[in-house]
């Protein structure tokens, strides 16, 4: 490794964000070298950018795995130049809960640097994992516009518009340049109980910002990620128009700004809400209580929220509510049917099964596929990026990730057409690129791989090595973005927008 960082200058590895075919497993280092002292020694300081877990570790064939993460065991391992920071952009899996694999592992890792929320699910994650104490990263709290100086890097945290509280990006410089480091992130202004993408801010360093590590999507037909209000109005529309009492509406587990959407959509119709779901769902509404949001406040007498769905419990609400949660079922004791109850799916795979209860109590239902809307993403299309291009003064290089790498090949012509600047070399896991000001220099690649993880017992885990490669069709991600079809989008989006001038 030491002899990628052979000059002067900032280093930048994706390690699980720029994988073959998948979007998980995020991971990025950077490494920054100086020269100190006369007799050309030189100083290293580095730092991790998250440390997600890859969902779709089954399709790599090793028995007994219960999870697999990114390589950093090299890196860990080099002292010389031993990240000092582990920076979490957001709470989200495929960002955060590597860590508690490496633990168990036996790996000790630097301190973590997240928001609040990102902490207070970090804590439950190595709680749950029963992981002592001694053994814990340091926790250190940041929040918007901190500024931080981790050896010769400075780094200040920026807010992102992403699906859950806390989340951020990174804006880190050296000497010589400097990166935004996005995290999942898309501009939508509009985000609900958090600050929104900081354009202003950003318009403000667009003089300093060389490259932007950028969390990237795909394409949708007007460009953007969905707004929030776009989804919080569909579901208002959606509610009013179906003139029934009961509606039900299953939210995604960990995309908690949509429980509050769900929430305030009800209250809008003035319909009562029933919380009810999974052990994880009332996890995570518990945190959102810790986090100090209050469904009761919200509701100021207007609505009644319950938290149960005995039949006691639902007596008060009157046959008149909304029935928010992750749920798969519908059970008895709402007594729905198609005179009184509708269903609005607000995910795709995830509610299945839930379809198939709809049908069997005769419940007519709408999905993301009638209101792809109602789905809410939280990551970077096109749009945002040019938009996000626009805002940086076209000045910066873009280095797309968070995204299969045949995306980052076959969206240069329309990069090109809209002038949005793109790494010359689409980068792969486990390479090695030196960021200069002009251009980033390709300084090593070796084969990425993931680590599967296998358990001996409950306390401790071994890793299995297996080669990055493509796992669609295989395992629990059976489908992934397809290439055919985002060429396709690229290309009719083109198309458009050479027609419109
Ligand atoms: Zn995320």
Redesign the pocket.
Known sequence: MREAFKKIGLYWQPLGGNNPDQISGHCYRYTDIRSAGKNGQKSSTSLLVDLGKFDNYKALGVKNAAAAVPDIRDILADKKNAPGALLL????P??LNGIPHYIKAGYTLPPVYGGKYTLMILYDLLTEFNIPRRLWPKFNVIKNGDKLKLGTLNIEVVPAS???FD?FGFIISSADTCVYHT??MKIDQAACFRKPTDLKRLQELAAKIDYVVVDFYGISSDGFAVSEITTYLRLVSLIKESKKNKIFLPVYP?HPEMYLIAFMAALKCKKNVVFYGNVDFFGYLKLLSEYGISFEKMAKDRIKVSYSHDTEALLPLENNYVVIGTFNDVPDVFDADRKNAFGIITASTFFNPLKGQFNLHNIKFVTVDDYPELQGY??AFWGDIEKLNQTLAQRPCFIPTHCPIFMIDDVRNLADFCKVRLIDKTPRNNQIFRLEKNKAQLVSERPAKWLTVVYNSPDSAYFVEVLQQPTSGKGFLKRTISQRRSQRKFKAYMLKRKRNG
Not at 89 to 92: A, I, L, M, N, Y
């Open positions: 952009t957001h709470s989200h495929d960002h992403h699906t859950c989340s995290g999942d960990t939280g990551h």
